[in-house]
Protein backbone atom coordinates (compact mmCIF):
# COMPACT_ATOMS: atom_id res chain seq x y z
CA UNK A 1 0.00 0.00 0.00
CA UNK A 2 2.95 2.50 0.75
CA UNK A 3 4.23 1.99 -2.96
CA UNK A 4 0.92 2.83 -4.87
CA UNK A 5 1.06 6.23 -2.88
CA UNK A 6 4.39 7.33 -3.86
CA UNK A 7 3.61 6.92 -7.31
CA UNK A 8 1.02 9.29 -8.29
CA UNK A 9 3.13 12.27 -7.01
CA UNK A 10 6.25 11.25 -9.34
CA UNK A 11 3.78 11.67 -11.83
CA UNK A 12 2.48 15.07 -11.38
CA UNK A 13 6.71 16.72 -11.07
CA UNK A 14 7.37 16.95 -14.59
CA UNK A 15 3.95 18.64 -15.78
CA UNK A 16 4.79 21.63 -13.04
CA UNK A 17 8.08 21.87 -14.03
CA UNK A 18 7.19 22.13 -18.17
CA UNK A 19 4.66 25.03 -16.97
CA UNK A 20 6.63 26.81 -14.76
CA UNK A 21 9.82 26.46 -17.73
CA UNK A 22 7.12 27.70 -20.79
CA UNK A 23 5.97 31.20 -17.95
CA UNK A 24 9.85 31.84 -17.78
CA UNK A 25 9.76 31.72 -21.40
CA UNK A 26 6.91 33.63 -21.84
CA UNK A 27 8.03 36.05 -19.67
CA UNK A 28 11.47 36.46 -21.28
CA UNK A 29 10.43 36.84 -24.54
CA UNK A 30 8.06 39.82 -23.39
CA UNK A 31 10.77 41.10 -21.66
CA UNK A 32 13.07 41.33 -24.97
CA UNK A 33 9.83 42.84 -27.05
CA UNK A 34 9.72 45.22 -24.19
CA UNK A 35 13.69 45.79 -24.60
CA UNK A 36 13.61 45.77 -28.65
CA UNK A 37 10.27 48.72 -28.62
CA UNK A 38 12.28 50.74 -26.22
CA UNK A 39 15.04 50.57 -28.27
CA UNK A 40 13.56 51.28 -31.25
CA UNK A 41 11.81 54.50 -29.68
CA UNK A 42 15.25 55.62 -28.59
CA UNK A 43 16.61 55.37 -32.03
CA UNK A 44 13.45 57.13 -33.28
CA UNK A 45 13.96 59.98 -30.97
CA UNK A 46 17.72 60.06 -31.58
CA UNK A 47 16.96 60.14 -35.19
CA UNK A 48 14.77 62.71 -34.35
CA UNK A 49 17.22 65.08 -32.38
CA UNK A 50 19.68 64.53 -35.34
CA UNK A 51 17.48 66.02 -37.37
CA UNK A 52 16.33 68.25 -35.78
CA UNK A 53 20.02 69.56 -35.12
CA UNK A 54 21.09 70.02 -38.52
CA UNK A 55 17.99 72.02 -39.36
CA UNK A 56 18.86 74.23 -36.64
CA UNK A 57 22.40 74.62 -37.85
CA UNK A 58 20.90 75.01 -41.38
CA UNK A 59 18.78 78.17 -40.53
CA UNK A 60 21.84 79.49 -38.30
CA UNK A 61 23.88 79.25 -41.32
CA UNK A 62 21.14 81.10 -43.18
CA UNK A 63 20.52 83.45 -40.81
CA UNK A 64 24.13 84.28 -40.50
CA UNK A 65 24.56 84.58 -44.11
CA UNK A 66 21.41 86.76 -44.25
CA UNK A 67 22.83 89.42 -41.55
CA UNK A 68 26.25 89.25 -43.53
CA UNK A 69 24.26 89.99 -47.01
CA UNK A 70 22.08 93.15 -44.91
CA UNK A 71 25.15 94.60 -43.26
CA UNK A 72 26.74 94.48 -46.75
CA UNK A 73 23.95 95.89 -48.49
CA UNK A 74 23.33 98.62 -45.21
CA UNK A 75 27.33 99.16 -45.95
CA UNK A 76 26.50 99.32 -49.71
CA UNK A 77 24.05 101.87 -49.36
CA UNK A 78 26.28 103.98 -46.76
CA UNK A 79 28.95 104.47 -49.57
CA UNK A 80 26.58 105.30 -52.31
CA UNK A 81 25.15 108.21 -50.13
CA UNK A 82 28.23 109.11 -48.56
CA UNK A 83 29.42 109.75 -52.32
CA UNK A 84 26.30 111.49 -53.10
CA UNK A 85 26.56 113.16 -50.55
CA UNK A 86 29.95 114.60 -51.51
CA UNK A 87 28.62 115.00 -55.04
CA UNK A 88 25.66 117.35 -53.59
CA UNK A 89 28.71 118.97 -52.00
CA UNK A 90 31.00 119.60 -54.14
CA UNK A 91 28.57 120.95 -57.16
CA UNK A 92 27.19 123.25 -54.01
CA UNK A 93 30.28 124.71 -53.46
CA UNK A 94 30.92 125.05 -57.74
CA UNK A 95 27.45 126.27 -57.40
CA UNK A 96 28.63 128.76 -54.70
CA UNK A 97 31.85 129.64 -56.51
CA UNK A 98 30.15 130.43 -59.47
CA UNK A 99 27.54 132.78 -58.11
CA UNK A 100 30.45 134.32 -55.89
CA UNK A 101 32.06 135.50 -59.20
CA UNK A 102 29.27 136.41 -60.76
CA UNK A 103 28.24 138.36 -57.61
CA UNK A 104 31.85 140.13 -58.05
CA UNK A 105 31.28 140.73 -61.64
CA UNK A 106 28.33 142.27 -61.23
CA UNK A 107 29.83 144.46 -58.83
CA UNK A 108 32.64 145.05 -61.18
CA UNK A 109 30.00 146.50 -63.44
CA UNK A 110 28.11 148.69 -61.47
CA UNK A 111 31.31 150.19 -60.18
CA UNK A 112 32.25 150.82 -63.29
CA UNK A 113 29.39 153.06 -65.22
CA UNK A 114 31.70 152.62 -68.73
CA UNK A 115 31.68 148.77 -68.99
CA UNK A 116 28.38 148.00 -71.22
CA UNK A 117 29.12 144.23 -70.39
CA UNK A 118 30.19 143.26 -74.09
CA UNK A 119 32.69 140.80 -74.36
CA UNK A 120 35.46 140.24 -76.63
CA UNK A 121 35.22 138.41 -79.95
CA UNK A 122 38.01 136.18 -80.51
CA UNK A 123 39.15 134.50 -84.14
CA UNK A 124 41.16 132.72 -85.97
CA UNK A 125 42.73 133.85 -88.89
CA UNK A 126 44.44 131.92 -92.38
CA UNK A 127 47.20 134.21 -91.93
CA UNK A 128 49.98 132.30 -91.26
CA UNK A 129 51.45 135.33 -89.69
CA UNK A 130 48.25 135.97 -87.32
CA UNK A 131 48.09 133.85 -84.31
CA UNK A 132 44.64 135.41 -83.57
CA UNK A 133 42.14 138.00 -84.19
CA UNK A 134 40.44 140.37 -81.64
CA UNK A 135 37.13 142.73 -82.05
CA UNK A 136 36.43 144.12 -78.56
CA UNK A 137 32.98 146.05 -78.92
CA UNK A 138 33.95 148.18 -75.30
CA UNK A 139 36.10 150.06 -77.90
CA UNK A 140 35.78 153.51 -78.01
CA UNK A 141 37.29 156.57 -80.12
CA UNK A 142 40.11 158.45 -79.26
CA UNK A 143 38.15 162.30 -78.28
CA UNK A 144 39.48 163.86 -80.63
CA UNK A 145 40.91 167.99 -80.48
CA UNK A 146 40.67 167.95 -84.19
CA UNK A 147 38.23 170.56 -85.11
CA UNK A 148 36.79 171.71 -88.72
CA UNK A 149 36.80 169.31 -91.74
CA UNK A 150 39.08 166.46 -90.95
CA UNK A 151 42.54 165.92 -92.50
CA UNK A 152 44.63 162.64 -92.56
CA UNK A 153 47.88 163.11 -91.81
CA UNK A 154 50.97 160.81 -91.27
CA UNK A 155 52.93 163.86 -90.21
CA UNK A 156 54.55 163.25 -87.49
CA UNK A 157 53.79 166.03 -84.83
CA UNK A 158 50.21 166.87 -86.66
CA UNK A 159 47.54 166.42 -83.93
CA UNK A 160 45.76 163.93 -86.43
CA UNK A 161 48.95 161.52 -86.56
CA UNK A 162 49.32 161.97 -82.81
CA UNK A 163 45.38 160.69 -81.72
CA UNK A 164 46.20 157.80 -84.35
CA UNK A 165 49.37 156.18 -82.27
CA UNK A 166 47.40 157.33 -79.28
CA UNK A 167 44.38 155.24 -80.43
CA UNK A 168 47.17 151.94 -81.38
CA UNK A 169 48.10 152.16 -77.99
CA UNK A 170 45.03 152.24 -76.55
CA UNK A 171 44.02 149.31 -78.53
CA UNK A 172 46.20 146.78 -77.13
CA UNK A 173 46.66 148.47 -73.72
CA UNK A 174 50.74 149.68 -74.14
CA UNK A 175 52.46 152.23 -72.65
CA UNK A 176 53.83 155.32 -74.64
CA UNK A 177 57.76 154.79 -73.51
CA UNK A 178 56.71 150.41 -74.21
CA UNK A 179 56.11 150.22 -77.67
CA UNK A 180 57.85 150.48 -81.32
CA UNK A 181 55.94 151.63 -84.28
CA UNK A 182 57.04 149.28 -86.87
CA UNK A 183 54.85 150.36 -89.56
CA UNK A 184 51.54 153.57 -89.92
CA UNK A 185 50.08 153.94 -92.61
CA UNK A 186 46.99 154.47 -94.57
CA UNK A 187 44.71 151.44 -95.44
CA UNK A 188 42.81 151.90 -98.27
CA UNK A 189 41.37 155.92 -97.73
CA UNK A 190 41.77 158.71 -95.52
CA UNK A 191 39.20 157.80 -92.58
CA UNK A 192 41.18 153.88 -91.86
CA UNK A 193 44.79 153.15 -91.06
CA UNK A 194 46.67 150.60 -89.91
CA UNK A 195 49.97 149.68 -87.47
CA UNK A 196 52.17 147.23 -86.90
CA UNK A 197 53.65 147.69 -83.42
CA UNK A 198 55.05 145.37 -80.48
CA UNK A 199 56.56 146.03 -76.99
CA UNK A 200 60.28 146.36 -76.74
CA UNK A 201 61.23 143.42 -75.85
CA UNK A 202 59.37 142.15 -78.99
CA UNK A 203 57.58 139.52 -76.74
CA UNK A 204 54.11 141.27 -77.63
CA UNK A 205 53.12 141.77 -81.34
CA UNK A 206 50.44 143.69 -83.07
CA UNK A 207 48.59 144.80 -85.82
CA UNK A 208 45.89 147.29 -85.49
CA UNK A 209 43.21 148.65 -87.61
CA UNK A 210 41.32 151.89 -86.68
CA UNK A 211 38.90 154.09 -88.25
CA UNK A 212 37.58 157.80 -88.31
CA UNK A 213 34.24 158.47 -86.64
CA UNK A 214 32.74 161.82 -87.68
CA UNK A 215 33.29 164.06 -84.41
CA UNK A 216 34.47 162.03 -82.34
CA UNK A 217 38.03 160.52 -83.03
CA UNK A 218 39.88 157.68 -84.46
CA UNK A 219 38.35 154.35 -82.85
CA UNK A 220 39.99 150.97 -82.92
CA UNK A 221 37.80 148.26 -85.30
CA UNK A 222 40.54 145.40 -85.54
CA UNK A 223 43.67 143.87 -83.47
CA UNK A 224 45.96 141.06 -84.92
CA UNK A 225 48.26 139.18 -82.41
CA UNK A 226 51.04 138.17 -84.64
CA UNK A 227 53.46 135.34 -84.05
CA UNK A 228 56.22 137.69 -85.90
CA UNK A 229 57.87 140.80 -87.02
CA UNK A 230 58.73 139.39 -90.71
CA UNK A 231 55.89 139.53 -93.74
CA UNK A 232 53.48 141.73 -91.59
CA UNK A 233 53.99 145.55 -93.16
Given amino acids: MAKE ?7 EEPSLTTRSEKKQRHQRSQKRKKMDRLLNILIAVVSILI ?8 NNDNDKENERAQVNETKEQEDVANQNNEKNEQTNDMVAGDTEQKKNYNESVEEDPNNNQAQQIVQSSDDPNVDEVIIDPNWKPTTTKQTGEHISTYEEGHIDYEEKLETFRNAVNLEENN ?23 RSE ?3 IFIEWVQNEGWKPTKVE ?8 Y
Fill in 205 to 207: KYR
Fill in 179 to 201: IIYWSVKNNGSADSSVAVVSTND
Fill in 5 to 11: DSCPMSN
Fill in 225 to 232: KLSQLEGT
Fill in 51 to 58: VLNLVAVF
